[in-house]
T-cell receptor, first 111, second 118 residues
């Protein structure tokens, strides 16, 4: 079993749709959970950063962490074509150790 | 703030040659930088951790004699792919941690370098 699993997609949605992206993980020591967005042929950029369980909202983006289920989600409301990218989840332990990326989900938002 | 640059952005070379990739933190000092490799449609895989003034720490399975890392200053780390072969063709991305001691969670990524070995 891989340490972090993520549906690779591609996921295609119409403009304005709500997008749900998810990751599951196996290491119960993970405490920090991050979502990165990576445009084609570019480095990843940090979108959201959550510690332990709970929800965090930033504009159109909402991150959820359910540590009991070892499941994290990123929701994008009112999706735009500019949101088309690969979304990578990442996670690490209390002091940033064992930092690992998920494989990424390719998202296409169609105008 | 927190901008990381890489040079070159793209390089094509012949098999057997060596290629150097630079990673610079433009507006902050970085004691620690990381080097990742990303194959098409796959996630980033950590290759090594580079600490200023000391030897790099390589992940299991990464050949340290093939991927030479030098972190000579607080703003520059270099990755040299020696005697490159077609299987080394990949997207190489660096990241940097601001400050003297930072969490892996705070790393900022460069734009990446696409290496193609013919």
């Amino acid at each position: 079993q891989k340490e972090v699993e993520q549906d690779p997609g591609p996921l295609s949605v119409p403009e304005g749709a709500i997008v749900s992206l998810n990751c599951t993980y196996s290491n119960s020591a993970f405490q920090y959970f991050m979502w990165y967005r990576q445009y084609s042929r570019k480095g990843p950029e940090l979108l959201m950063y959550t510690y332990s369980s709970g929800n965090k909202e930033d504009g159109r983006f909402t991150a959820q962490v359910d540590k009991s289920s070892k499941y994290i989600s990123l929701f994008i409301r009112d999706s735009q074509p500019s949101d088309s990218a690969t979304y990578l989840c990442a996670m690490s332990g209390d002091y940033g150790q064992n930092f690992v990326f998920g494989p990424g989900t390719r998202l296409s938002v169609l105008p | 703030g927190a901008v990381v640059s890489q040079h070159p952005s793209r390089v094509i070379c012949k098999s057997g040659t060596s290629v150097k990739i630079e990673c610079r933190s433009l507006d902050f000092q970085a004691t620690t930088m990381f080097w990742y490799r990303q194959f098409p449609k796959q996630s980033l895989m950590l290759m090594a951790t580079s600490n200023e003034g000391s030897k790099a720490t390589y992940e299991q399975g990464v050949e340290k004699d093939k991927f030479l890392i030098n972190h000579a200053s607080l703003t520059l780390s270099t990755l040299t792919v020696t005697s490159a072969h077609p299987e080394d063709s990949s997207f190489y991305i660096c990241s940097a941690l601001p400050g003297l001691a930072g969490s892996y969670n705070e790393q900022f990524f460069g734009p990446g370098t696409r290496l193609t070995v013919l």
